[in-house]
């Protein structure tokens, strides 16, 4: 059946530095993945999507990048600021309707 | 403003008790979802509505129920025979138009005791 894993479920970072979060996907081909920030007790706000045919995508201090083969996206925010924290979900499509399957996702905390 | 609305934001009920999750949508989109999210863990999909009058189970479907009466509406159901209720339900719209990025309620907190 179709996995998604995220790494680890919490990553501390230092402020300003470049926060990384990995996921990856097993037992399907997505044509795209979409990333969402969710804050403690609120549903998801969307963030960016990547297509398999872009390697990489930016918005602001956000970048993603998408690797098919390895059958990876990795989520980058640079110059990390305490407003970054919270948890990112990564989240591919499947079936007809294009339903979306979320990871557990990663608990991002900058430290000041 | 647009955006999706969810009430109550927290909801009580004694075991045993059907409960209504309400969800609305003023952004004209076609397609509907309801989630359930449990603590520590990611959100998984229980019904989904692409069309009114239409709607089929996610991974998770048994004890709970919906209807798509109207576009705006999505209303979710649990039903007694949901063995563990209790948990922070999500209700998520997307335009078929789009890249099908979904836009989230505020959610609703259950708990049943």
């Known amino acids: 059946s179709q996995k998604i894993e995220q790494n680890s479920e919490a990553l501390n970072i230092q402020e300003g530095k470049t926060a990384t979060l990995t996921c990856n996907y097993t037992?399907?081909?997505?044509?795209?993945l979409q990333w969402y920030r969710q804050d403690p007790g609120r549903g998801p706000v969307f963030l960016l999507l990547?297509?398999?045919?872009?390697k990489e995508k930016r918005k602001e201090r956000l970048k993603v990048t998408f690797d098919t083969t390895l059958k990876q996206s990795l989520f980058h925010i640079t110059a990390s600021q305490p407003a970054d924290s919270a948890t990112y979900l990564c989240a591919p499509p499947h079936g007809s309707a294009r339903q979306l399957t979320f990871g557990s996702g990663t608990q991002l905390t900058v430290l000041p | 403003d647009g955006g999706i609305t969810q009430s109550p934001k927290y909801l009580f009920r004694k075991e045993g008790q059907n409960v209504t999750l309400s969800c609305e949508q003023n952004l004209n989109h076609d397609a509907m979802y309801w989630y359930r999210q449990d603590p520590g863990q990611g959100l998984r999909l229980i019904y989904y509505?692409?069309?009114?009058?239409?709607?089929q189970k996610g991974d998770i479907a048994e004890g709970y129920s919906v209807s798509r009466e109207k576009k705006e509406s999505f209303p979710l159901t649990v039903t007694s025979a949901q063995k563990n209720p209790t948990a922070f339900y999500l209700c998520a719209s997307s335009s078929r138009d789009s890249s099908y990025e979904q836009y989230f309620g505020p959610g609703t907190r259950l708990t049943v005791t």
């Open positions: 037992n399907y081909s997505p044509a795209y």
């Open positions: 509505s692409q069309i009114v009058n239409d709607f």
């Open positions: 990547i297509r398999e045919n872009e």
